[in-house]
């Protein structure tokens, strides 16, 4: 086996996949001529530069404290609108679900380079945790002989985690666990070598089967449209207890 | 009813979803000081701008001659790797599937507003005819009391047909259709009405059931890499025959 990936070798994989903004400046190379060219991500109105499919190229200029990679397009969109990169300067990347290749390797190599936290931040549920996140933090499991490249071992989880509920009022909020998340939930607990590795987690997937709720992202507005922002974000990052 | 929609409103919608490049440069505002930002679309080197959830604001400088909307990922990337928009002078939008409402809205203000024809490019099959194109032109069955803004109507077809596999001596490539291919070809013919109001694609969907396969945008690749860009999509432009 080589020691390299399919996109080091040039091949143009299925994959896009991943938004960016924030106080982030991307080196790309224009197509076709390959000169650089500087993308400023902090100048893109209100979208947002998608992550092209090959990123091992790109370079990398912030001054951003974290990167912040959410689950959800709407939780995006709304931190985008209130310029919540700039508020906590951080780095905002939309994953949409569980994130691709391209996206994982380009928080990896924006991480490594800038030498940067990556914090996560998903829905309350079995999906949540254990696809979107433990992907995004050890890859995925079909393609275990490249995970290396496409894994962000630095990433934390801030939320939302089965305590939230509690600390945040929410019990009348989540919606019941069905029978997919449960199974889930138990297959991980069992079978998955990330979630038998970390005592946390197993405490946190057991609280959530034992609460038998999930909580999604929005869950936050019962305390106002911009809880989660004003509220929910700064005391989660001050207090800094994260899942590993 | 009102008649207006909830982007105008001002209520944040799940989707985003759609990307752009090419010769455009949409004037958004910057969220906070609503500053009029210019984002130059050909200037986002291997990456592209991501469609934000509202657009309804947007202004648009094109010359391009029309707008090319993709249904995967893995064909807009290498057309804007190899600067297709700059040889054929058209807006590339990836729709990743069937199209969200922000991306649709967004292709119907960018035609409205510069004139634009809009050419759909799919993977040659009943979910290309009848799920993504048939939303991008006349709308989703769900939201039917919105769709006039949620539409294309200057939209045309431009492949792959069935067609296109005798044309382009695809006979080899295709796969056959399987059982919900069929079935979803038939449910159209017998319920659609966009499909029932069109003679040119009761023909498609009944030629392709009677040949019984798909063809996938990378058919094309078996003569090369490079062919749909460099002979297919020409020939077809030349030819200027779509499906309504």
Redesign the interface.
Known sequence: MLAINREQLGY??????G?VTGPLV?I?????TQQA?R?DCS????????????VEHLRFETKAKFILAIE???L???L????YY?TARCILI?M?GVPTRACRRFIRRLADDQRLPVLAFTDGDPYGYCNIYRTLKVGSGQAAHINRFFCVPQAHYLGVTPQDIKDYDLEDAPHPLDAVDIKRARDALKNDPFIKHHKEWQLALQQMIALGVRIEQQAFAKHGLNFVLETYLPQKLKKGVFLP
Chains 1, 2 share one sequence.
Do not use: Y
């Open positions: 143009i994989p299925e994959e896009r996949g938004e991307v790309d190379r224009q197509p076709g060219i993308i100048k893109l109105g209100s979208g947002a530069w998608s992550i092209p499919s090959q959800t397009a709407s995006f969109q709304r985008v609108h209130h310029r700039e939309s949409s």
